[in-house]
């Protein structure tokens, strides 16, 4: 088979690092690659062959995107599915398909479609605003928006009547909290021939107290046949899509050694970042080749790897500084990134590090020591 | 120590290929990168972060850049070195100096420098142009231009009194012929505090009857004192140069043992490519962490790998194809580069592939096949 050159244009909605990190395989494979993001020198925009400016909700702005590329891909949730799905109906190729976008946009939706896959998941109601409904749910339970959640938004734990009280305001439900459960994360990709292949399982390390993520572990301490069953419920969750592309499945091993769906992304997941290093072929590189129809690539563990994300420290807004950096590059298999982000708030992700080791227990040390000694932050006091 | 960033802007004079693949690192550390060339959307212009367009040679094109940005450095040789100089003289960052560059752009005086400096080098002599000069050297030898010779170009083989008749014009030399050697490659790296890394020897394997290179093998098939020998002739060689950055040393390992080195290239070079996937830091990331003075990265070579270089299949021009790409995917831990370029023509770099394996056996196997089956080229027949 004799392929043109460039073999497609690419276009990702939103120009935030997980479309930055794509531009990387994309150069390597000579793919132009167009973002369509508010603001002129996003992290992507600025990498990118070219970038588009416009509300990521603006019907003008994606069709334009959808004309000037060949496939059309995105790196958030909160973007126009409805818009996207008329394009899509209309012959765009979105991938993955805006319907299943408009699905996982909705976390309710979600949820419905994986009890009607036979896809195990939490329990969940939708409860009536009062304490009475969500006491005979039964608590502690976990409230979710039903749209607009991200990066730990739109979710409260709910413990007693006062939560409730300080509880989310709008469409939201209830779902059941899995207590001391173990959080996996499993990337999946396919492609339109149907090939699908799996990533080793990761294991979210979460602050018990801040209930933030700690750093994330590859491959995750589980039993292999735990593993290769996370591997085969997340390939089942994906299938269930029916739409080829990159997804992140979030699952709990509960303490029983039940395995859960909690939510999936339709796109690169900050789960699989130490892919870029760890493993064979990249998240963004699989993610590629499934927008453009090539065979994917082997998703094979080289090493070990811890992965931390580099958030804004409180306190501090403006210009990003960072403290710690440089002594960090001394270690081996140490991999910083970096977001191109030109403010630095508190929480917000700037960057990632990935260390590669042999064993798990070296790369935590090597986490905590990290995360105790590297600061990125704005440069003005808030 | 508290880093601002971008940490510094870095400018490369020439958009090349190598210039190309040194984008990725820098998206990675957030580090702004300009590249001037002659031409608009040259491989490295498609996916810096802005591109001038200028002549190589053009001092205010050369000054342009090197205002713009903090640090400079240059893809290739043949670049304005005078006024360069006249810029590093003036106090701009310019790495490696290109006092360097001008010793290295002349390749009698590279020859003189290392006979000054105790490096072993083959046995050389400017001739007066009469066919019995040349023999009273001795034949079989090689001509080399003194300057401007790239890729083979501004080389000749002179056996015999006929070949001499069709030598290379202008200023040239001779220098003896290492029949049958092994011709070695050594990436080296250093940075402004003094640290010094160099990477595993790797072995250039050519057509004994075009004379081209085949492909490469990372580590070369020498004994592992040859290679500490071959490392440590590298770095004295580099060291001699006395100024910070990334340097390809190209080395004969002679049928006696003996280890000469032939050619050095201030800048990234073709037989590093394959570090990009097989070690733990690529030639690309030690060059920039070269340019910003922080530590160097591990150059640990993770696997085993072979390399191939892309190049333009000959009789055809115009736009790139390629056949074979598409099963080659299939293959576990290959890594395929495009370079961008718009137009293929004949013997033309247009990509390379990198394939890792456990034995240099089965890489070679690979690469044969690889060679039989992978055909880019214009779409058009000459």
């Not at 479309?19 to 603001?39: E, H, K, W």
């Not at 227990?361 to 808030?382: H, K, M, P, S, W």
Request: charged share 20%; with cysteine.
């Amino acid at each position: 088979m004799t392929l043109q050159l460039p073999i497609k244009r690419i276009g990702i909605v939103g120009g935030g690092q997980l479309a930055r990190m794509l531009a990387s395989p994309c150069a390597t494979l000579q793919v132009p690659l167009t973002v369509l993001d508010p603001m002129a020198g996003s992290p992507a925009g600025l990498v990118a062959t070219s970038e588009q400016i416009g509300s990521l909700h603006d019907p003008r702005a994606l069709q334009a995107l959808v004309e000037a590329v060949d496939v059309v891909s995105f790196d958030l949730e909160n973007v126009g599915a409805d818009t996207l799905s008329a394009l899509a109906d209309a012959g765009a190729s979105i991938l993955p398909h805006p319907d299943v976008l408009r699905l996982i946009q909705n976390k309710w939706d979600q949820k419905q479609h994986y009890l009607k896959h036979g896809i195990p998941t939490s329990a969940c109601r939708r409860v009536d605003g009062s304490w009475a409904s969500v006491e005979a749910f039964g608590v502690p339970c976990v409230q979710k928006a039903e749209v607009g959640g991200y990066d730990g938004r739109g979710v409260a734990i709910i413990e007693n009547e006062a939560d409730w009280q300080h509880r989310l305001p709008g469409d939201t439900f209830v779902e059941a909290y899995v207590a001391n459960a173990i959080e996996l994360g499993v990337m999946v990709c396919c492609r339109a021939s149907g090939e699908l292949v799996t990533y080793d399982p990761v294991e979210m390390v979460v602050d018990p107290e801040l209930h933030l993520l700690k750093y994330l572990l590859a491959p995750a301490r589980i039993a292999p046949d735990v593993a290769q069953q996370a591997r085969a419920l997340a390939a089942q969750t994906v299938a269930s899509f029916n739409s080829p592309g990159l997804y992140g499945v979030e699952l709990f091993l509960t303490v029983d050694g039940t395995l859960w769906v909690n939510e999936v992304a339709p796109r690169a997941h900050n789960s699989g970042h130490h892919t870029i290093e760890a493993c064979v072929t990249s998240q963004f590189e699989n993610q590629l080749r499934a927008l453009l129809d090539l065979p994917l690539g082997s998703t094979t563990l080289r090493r070990s790897a811890v992965m931390l994300n580099l958030v804004g420290a409180p306190g501090y807004v403006g210009s990003p500084v960072i403290d710690g950096l440089v002594p960090l590059l001394s270690e081996p298999d140490v991999h910083v990134h970096l977001y191109g982000k030109q403010e630095c708030r508190p929480g917000r992700k700037m960057g990632h590090i990935t260390v590669l080791g042999d064993s798990t227990e070296e790369l935590v040390a090597i986490a905590e020591d990290i995360a105790a000694t590297v600061v990125i932050r704005g440069e003005n006091r808030q």
